[in-house]
């Protein structure tokens, strides 16, 4: 059973924007809000060059990466082509105006944060 995991409010977040909430890992997850108050959880992390989607532009179901304006898809974390790659997406409930994660996908997502890791060092490499 989703142990389902309260973290801000909708109307915290603001509208065609973003929220970070720090995870005890370290690592960022950004909850967004589009116009019609759909909210949407992504790791903050782009999947280009690490930029933090969280200061990006949100139109319609998208969000536009601060640093090089990728469109980041937020029901998937993929960018739009001819970009490519994807960060990780969390799934959300909202429930009575309030915004929750799924506890233990946090946790999951965590330890896959190391694979993250290594491809960026990895492209880093190869670059
Ligand atoms: S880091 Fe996001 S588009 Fe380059």
Redesign the pocket.
């Known amino acids: 059973m989703t142990q389902w995991k309260p973290i801000c409010r909708v109307d915290d977040i603001p509208v065609l924007g973003a929220r970070r909430v720090a995870r005890a890992q370290g690592a960022d997850v950004a909850v967004f809000r589009t116009a019609q108050d759909k909210v949407f959880a992504l790791l903050d992390r ?1 999947p ?4 933090p989607l969280s200061q990006g532009l949100v139109f319609g179901e998208h969000v536009a ?1 601060p ?4 469109a980041i898809g937020l029901h998937d974390g993929c960018a739009q082509a001819p970009d490519h790659g994807c960060t990780p997406r969390f799934s959300v409930r909202v429930e009575g105006g309030e915004v929750y994660l799924d506890a233990e996908e946090l946790q999951t997502i965590a330890v896959d944060d190391s694979e993250l890791q290594a491809q960026a060092l990895l492209r880093r490499v190869a670059a």
């Open positions: 782009c280009h060059k690490g930029g990466c640093l090089h304006n990728w």
